[in-house]
């Protein structure tokens, strides 16, 4: 087949593909503009997998964009605990609250709409208004860099800001022929999921596997091109748990820096570090082991250590917490804030 023809039939082959092995999600088969959106939201940087439990949490939770808004930060990032990327909950309260006082609680129906909101960029604007309004948009994501790279044999670095650009174009010309864009794009991300995956393709199954140019080539495990991943970094966190009569002492992260927004406990970071703080207050620690964690970020490897002490005089107490600038929680509300993931597990194990 030649190369116009088969882009003339993709949308075709495609879709009928994705009526027999669609995904069965609980955000599928809405145009509810809320769902979708809090769907893409939370799947962005997140396995489908936790993307589902969390989406089914904050539905339970907020059943339309109204209570979302009515919502507040503190709220949000203690049931976006775990996810990572913090901003995008930052951007969902903002998105809601614009929503509700400046588009009486309806979605924007077009792109260019949607694109102007807080957190939304060009693939869920795409995916909001050609999912539930039937705008034609076809996104662009990992799993159509990946599908397209590989079946049209495409060698361009999807790193490279102009990728963008000309995978959009193929998309479009792709998607031309179909009258159902939402479908079509929610197709070609389950095609990208389940059958053309970045590792062990099911390329025995694929239906475009006769037209496949990478897989004609054996260069399947090569293509999409893109930049080598950056080395970890790796840092280390030094935590100080302090704890008197069923209280505990936290902070908020405020810094330009990863976990922003998010509560944790008074911290020093680098490698042996020590602030002689039994010496300095007169306090002993209550475990006499050091707890130890790690968490992996994308671009970061953190170390932690939690040295948790027991102050027995009130008074030390409360010149800890108000030398080291610290807020005092009491024990059985600590799980009202938000924590970095390494810091809720220590909480959930240790306290």
């Known amino acids: 087949m030649n190369t116009k023809v088969f882009k003339s ?8 593909w994705f009526k027999v092995e669609k995904r069965n999600l609980p955000f599928r088969d809405t145009k509810d503009p809320y769902k979708v959106w809090l769907s893409e939201i939370i799947l962005q940087q997140t396995q489908m997998k936790t993307g589902i439990e969390y989406y089914k949490k904050f539905i339970k939770r907020f059943s339309s964009i109204s209570m979302l808004a009515e919502s507040n930060q503190k709220e949000i990032y203690s049931l976006w605990e775990g ?4 901003n995008r909950a930052k951007n969902l309260l903002k998105t809601a609250k614009i929503i509700a006082k400046k588009h009486n609680g309806v979605f924007p129906k077009t792109y260019d709409g949607l694109i102007k909101l807080p957190g939304i960029g060009k693939y869920t604007a795409s995916a909001i208004s050609s999912i539930c309004y039937n705008e034609k948009r076809a996104v662009v994501d990992a799993n159509v860099y990946r599908v397209l790279s590989r079946v049209f044999g495409i060698k361009t670095n999807i790193s490279k800001p102009k990728a963008y650009e000309s995978f959009l174009k193929l998309s479009n010309i792709l998607s031309k022929n179909t009258n159902r864009i939402g479908d079509y794009n929610e197709a070609i991300m389950d095609f990208g999921s389940v059958v ?13 596997k006769t037209n ?6 054996d260069i399947v495990s090569a293509l999409p091109v893109k930049a080598s991943k950056k080395k970890l970094i790796s840092r280390d966190f030094n935590y100080y748990v302090f704890e008197n009569n069923n209280r505990l002492l936290i902070r908020k992260r405020t810094q330009n820096d990863i976990w922003k927004n998010l509560y944790e406990f008074y911290l020093e970071e680098g490698k042996n570090k020590e602030r002689k703080l039994q010496k300095e207050f007169k306090i002993q620690k209550i475990k006499p082991v050091i707890t130890k964690d790690k968490g992996l970020l994308s671009h970061q490897k953190i170390n932690v250590d939690f040295n948790h002490f027991q102050i027995l005089n009130g008074s030390v107490f409360e010149k800890i917490k108000k030398e080291l600038g610290l807020i005092e929680v009491k024990a059985d509300k600590i799980n009202r804030y938000g924590f970095p993931k390494v810091i809720a597990n220590y909480l959930n194990s240790y306290c």
């Open 212 to 217: 496949c140019i990478a897989y004609k080539k």
């Open 9 to 16: 039939s993709f949308s075709g082959v495609l879709l009928d």
């Open 196 to 208: 053309c995956s970045p590792k062990k393709p099911a390329c025995w199954g694929c239906v475009f």
């Open 83 to 86: 996810l990572g990327y913090y």
